[in-house]
């Protein structure tokens, strides 16, 4: 068999980790057109990345472009109209919701604040904001946890 550099299996959006995993994502998806030869099919995957490094894109950006599209019925050509709807779908919220490493620490901080019975330990938790706050959850978990818990 030979290796034409697609596959009539659905690749599933969970799994599009490169560029030519998006063109095939793509032409199931919105019915673009899979670049023919590898020549061709190079040129487009370096066009998706010089573009992704361009506008700071990640994969999500433009996978959520195609999402958009799809749920709007925009019909492409080639992969490349797909630039032009990434705006739009970010503003609508077709963009997966990133994980906020600050909510961990607000949760991390909460429990603290509710087995901390030190005045000076509690106003420090409460009051640090950002890159602070983080610094003194560690030093409140190193130095005054173990001596809550051994009590």
């Given at each position: 068999m030979v290796d034409r550099g697609y596959t009539l299996d659905m690749i599933p959006?969970?799994?599009?980790?490169?560029?030519?995993?998006?063109?095939?994502?793509?032409?199931?998806?919105?019915g673009t057109r899979m670049p023919i030869g590898s020549k061709r099919r190079s040129l487009a995957c370096e066009r998706i990345n010089l573009e992704m490094a361009a506008q700071r894109w990640t994969m999500d950006h433009l996978l959520a472009a195609v999402d958009y599209m799809k749920a709007r019925g925009i019909q492409a050509n080639s992969f490349d109209f797909v630039f032009y709807h990434v705006e739009p779908a970010v503003k609508d919220g077709f963009m997966p919701r990133q994980h906020n490493k600050w909510e961990d620490l607000d949760a991390a901080v909460a429990?603290?604040?509710?087995?901390?019975?030190?005045e000076s330990w509690l106003r420090k938790l409460v009051m640090a904001?950002?890159?602070?706050?983080?610094?003194?959850?560690?030093?409140w978990s190193h130095e005054r946890l173990p001596q809550l818990e051994g009590s």
């Open positions: 959006r969970s799994d599009v980790k490169s560029s030519l995993d998006l063109l095939k994502y793509g032409q199931q998806t919105l429990e603290a604040v509710a087995k901390e019975t030190d904001r950002g890159i602070a706050r983080q610094k003194v959850y560690e030093k």
